[in-house]
């Protein structure tokens, strides 16, 4: 049974700083990963997708890293804002035949201050 | 561009009480599904549709309904509304399994919030 993992619950760091949140999961055989943003009361924004066969993506100050064989994907914020602040997910697709089946991890939780 | 649309918001609703979600996506999604997200539980599938007329349970089908008459329109029903049904709401959509435009990237709604008194 696939699950997802996301280590810390919570971040809080200083405005400036570069930083890593981490995402697991058991089983390697995935379709691809995705990362989301929540703000408070809000739904969730896609931020980076990465297919199975990729090793990263990029979006601006944003980089999502997959490393299937270990079961852990990254998303790295460079020059953290403010604005960054709410919590981050990470999903893996599984494939065949429940194609549209993610599995969530429960989040991290980042406060950054000014 | 509308996207992935859910009404209503919020809705307070009684005990024994049935009511619909409605979920509606303009971006030709084949794909589409309900999730509820709980303090502490994450998100979990309830129910979803890989086109129309055909649906599947997720993880935690019971006391919901859903029907997929049309690709745009994906309705999550509450027959007999328990307090254990409160939650926040998320309705999402993709592509699906087939074509070049399959990345299978989800996109969500705004969420409905549901109290159950």
């Known amino acids: 049974k696939q699950e997802v993992t996301q280590i810390p619950a919570a971040l809080s760091v200083p405005e400036g700083e570069n930083l890593v949140l981490n995402c697991s999961f058991t089983?390697?055989?995935?379709?691809?990963l995705q990362w989301f943003r929540q703000d408070p009361g809000k739904g969730l924004t896609s931020l980076l997708l990465?297919?199975?066969?990729?090793r990263e993506q990029t979006s601006g100050r944003l980089n999502a890293s997959l490393d299937k064989s270990s079961g852990r994907s990254t998303l790295y914020i460079a020059a953290s804002q403010p604005g960054d602040s709410a919590t981050y997910l990470c999903?893996?697709?599984?494939?065949?035949?429940?194609?549209?089946?993610?599995?969530f991890g429960k989040g991290t939780k980042l406060s950054v201050k000014p | 561009n509308a996207g992935v649309t859910q009404t209503p918001k919020f809705q307070v609703l009684k005990t024994g009480q049935s009511m619909t979600l409605q979920c509606a996506q303009d971006?030709?999604?084949?794909?589409m599904s309900w999730y509820r997200q709980d303090p502490g539980m994450g998100l979990r599938l309830i129910h979803y549709?890989?086109?129309?007329?055909?649906?599947d349970q997720g993880e935690v089908p019971n006391g919901y309904n859903v029907s997929r008459s049309t690709t745009e329109d994906f309705p999550l029903r509450l027959l007999s509304a328990a307090p254990s049904q409160t939650s926040v709401y998320f309705c999402?959509?993709?592509?699906?399994?087939?074509?070049?435009?399959?990345?299978?990237?989800?996109?969500f709604g705004e969420g409905s919030r549901l109290t159950v008194l």
């Open positions: 999402a959509s993709s592509y699906g399994a087939s074509g070049a435009a399959n990345t299978g990237e989800l996109f």
């Open positions: 089983d390697s055989a995935i379709y691809n």
């Open positions: 990465i297919q199975s066969s990729q």
């Open positions: 999903a893996v697709r599984r494939p065949g035949g429940s194609q549209g089946n993610l599995i």
């Open positions: 971006m030709n999604h084949e794909y």
């Open positions: 549709s890989v086109g129309a007329g055909i649906t």
